[in-house]
Structure formats: C-alpha cells, structure tokens
C-alpha cells in the first residue's frame, strides 16, 4: 500500500491500493469502505429525485476531465502568472517540458500554489492545467482531485512521481524564522531620533511589518499567532516587532497607536500604509484578497 501525498498545505487522507486481480492498474479508495450488510434501499419518491442531491457532485459534474483541460504554459513572474492562473480553489496538474505529469495538487489559492513550485522545483513546472472548483468545501475538493488522478491513472496504469509516497518535492518547506526586530539598542540607551520616526522608517523601509504580541516563533496571543500563520501561509517575507518587548522595544505599544491612530494589536503594515489587525486580515484572507496586496 503506497499514501498519495497532495501538498503541504492539505491534509487530505488519500491512499493508493493495488488491485489482487490480475490488471495492471491500480484502484483508488477513499475513506472507509461501506459494507454491504449496512446498505439499504428505501423507496424512491419523485420529491426524493429532484431534491436530495450530493452538492459535491453537482460541483465536480462540471469539472473538465484532465485530458479535454487546456494545458497553460507556467510564467516565470508572480504578475505574469496571476494574469493566466485564478487565484481560486480548485485541483491543477503540473507538467514538465516534455508535457509529461508531475503532481496533481488542491489549493485555496491555484496561482500561489503554482508560484510557490516554480520557485522550489522551476525545472518541473512549465505548464499547468487548472480546475476551478465553484463551492470548494473539503468534499468537493476531494472529488475533483480524485477524478483527475483516477483518470490519469486509468490511462497510465501509474501514479504522478510527485503523488507518490515517500516524495516531497512538491511539499512546501517551513521558511526558516527570521529574528525579531528590535527599534532600539536597550531600554537604558539614549535615542537620538523619536521612536516615532524609528517606526515611521521600519514600515516604509521593508514590504511587510507586523507589529506582534510576543515573538513570530511564540506569538503571546491568539490574534497575533492567527496573522503569523496567514502571513506565512501566504509564503510573505515579512517583518516582526515584538510589541511587548520591554527591553528593546520600550514604549513601542503607546507610540504606535498614536502613530497608525489604531487601539489594538496586532497591527500589520503593507508599503508604508495600516492594512489593520487580526480581524482585517482574516477577513481578507478568507476572500483571496492578499495575493494581490502582496504583489503591490
């Protein structure tokens, strides 16, 4: 028994079983199987017909099958790659330069999925095949990802090499921890510019500043850790401040609030400009609205 890997970012449990019939080609399973003794037909009514239907193959239904997908040649800029790949849910199928298949993949997000292979594995990602997946609930998803890989499996008798067990180079690597950065030399040390200022040039000096309670390897606080992990999630090279830093950071939490005129923390910063905190960014986050603030 071999396990299908998808990607780092889902969870999905899928495996691989070999047929004991005398075919080459493998069977795929999904979840529990049902056994016959628990299975009942009850009678079928004309209302049963027309309003009791699993939402996810009506989704799926309108799934292309792989092979009728138009295969995309893959750009080599986030920018050029967003205008040719949906930033929706959905499954999409990476091809190498001689169009032969390498992973079949479930995203939140297909562009940034792609992009983040064409930075790890560019030599494996020229083209792609995309299927968008109109209510991606977890079931859905499964379903269309699960449609492709059976399809390509009935053609080839074999799995994509990046599917197969024991593979990951298409699962996406912990970006190694940047170190907190520190506004001051010490809270006994003379400043000989305003804090104010300090602040002022980090946000319009570096991309991304988030203004954290605790560190961004052990946030202090619920609504810092959940605007870490979206950070990260969304592959951002981004800047921490340790707001509770009494040491290095004294007085950081009143100057920052007169600064971006914003009560709470934390507080996230794009270009120069307040984004917001927790709430904001989550609810961003949700909608597939930071994919394009974090290309600006």
């Not at 999409?92 to 792609?114: C, E, H, M, P, T």
């Not at 203004?211 to 870490?228: D, N, T, Y």
């Not at 005129?261 to 909608?287: A, H, R």
Request: net charge positive; with cysteine.
């Amino acid at each position: 028994m071999a396990t299908l890997s998808l990607s780092s970012v889902h969870t999905f449990s899928l495996r691989l079983r070999n047929s004991s019939s005398t075919q080459n080609t493998p069977n795929l399973f999904l979840y529990s199987r049902i056994k016959p003794s628990s299975l009942k037909f009850p009678s079928i009514s004309l209302k049963s017909l027309i309003t009791v239907k699993p939402r996810s193959l009506i989704i799926t239904s309108a799934l292309n099958n792989l092979t009728e997908t138009e295969l995309v040649a893959v750009s080599s800029t986030s920018d050029e790659l967003t205008t040719k790949m949906p930033s929706d849910s959905g499954v999409y199928a990476v091809y190498d330069k001689n169009d032969a298949l390498q992973f079949i993949g479930i995203s939140r997000n297909i562009a940034a999925s792609v992009f983040a292979h064409l930075k790890t594995v560019p030599e494996l990602c020229s083209s792609v095949k995309v299927g968008v997946v109109g209510e991606p609930d977890r079931a859905a998803l499964t379903q269309a990802w699960k449609s492709w890989m059976e399809e390509h499996i009935k053609a080839t008798g074999k799995v994509p090499p990046g599917n197969e067990s024991g593979n990951t180079t298409w699962v996406r690597q912990p970006p190694k921890k940047k170190s907190d950065l520190r506004l001051t030399p010490g809270r006994h040390v003379q400043l000989t510019v305003p804090l104010e200022e300090l602040i002022d040039r980090l946000v319009k000096e570096n991309k991304v500043v988030a203004f954290i309670k605790g560190s961004r390897s052990a946030p202090l606080c619920g609504f810092s850790q959940r605007v870490i992990g979206i950070l990260e999630s969304e592959g951002v090279d981004y800047e921490s401040v340790d707001v509770l830093d009494e040491e290095f950071n004294y007085g950081l939490r009143e100057t920052l609030k007169n600064y971006s005129n914003w009560p709470t923390f934390p507080q996230v910063f794009v270009i120069g400009e307040l984004v917001g905190g927790c709430d904001i960014l989550s609810s961003m986050y949700e909608k597939g609205e930071l994919a394009g603030l974090f290309k600006k």
